[in-house]
Nanobody, 118 residues
């Protein structure tokens, strides 16, 4: 059974930084495409970034140059380093996994709240 556990959310001022973590069990992060999504109040969940098993990364335009997704295979954990945070980054951030690049996201974490104050 796959379990994804996010941590690292919190309250930060505009321009600040946070690093989110997602610890996986039941599936290896190195063998899956791992992603980060977010859902702001009153909005639909949106894609933020992913890192494929090849270590190729992809980002939504609004976070390019500010966020970095990475992976620690030894810890079976992925990270989302978020810099230059803006109030519009406020959301619950979710970690997700899928078995292949063209597959569906079939495992989700419970989410961690990031609040950016202006």
């Amino acid at each position: 059974q796959v379990q994804l556990v996010e941590s690292g959310g919190g309250l930060v001022q505009t321009g600040g930084s946070l690093r989110l973590s997602c610890a996986a069990s039941g599936r290896t992060v190195s063998g899956n495409t791992m992603g980060w999504f977010r859902q702001a109040p009153g909005k639909e969940r949106e894609f933020v970034a992913h890192i494929a098993w090849t270590s190729i990364t992809s980002y939504t335009d609004s976070v390019k140059g500010r966020f970095t997704v990475s992976r620690d295979d030894a810890k079976n954990t992925i990270y989302l380093q978020m810099n230059s945070l803006k109030p519009e980054d406020t959301a619950v951030y979710y970690c997700a996994a899928k078995r292949s690049r063209l597959g569906t996201w079939d495992a989700w974490g419970q989410g961690t709240l990031v609040t950016v104050s202006s």
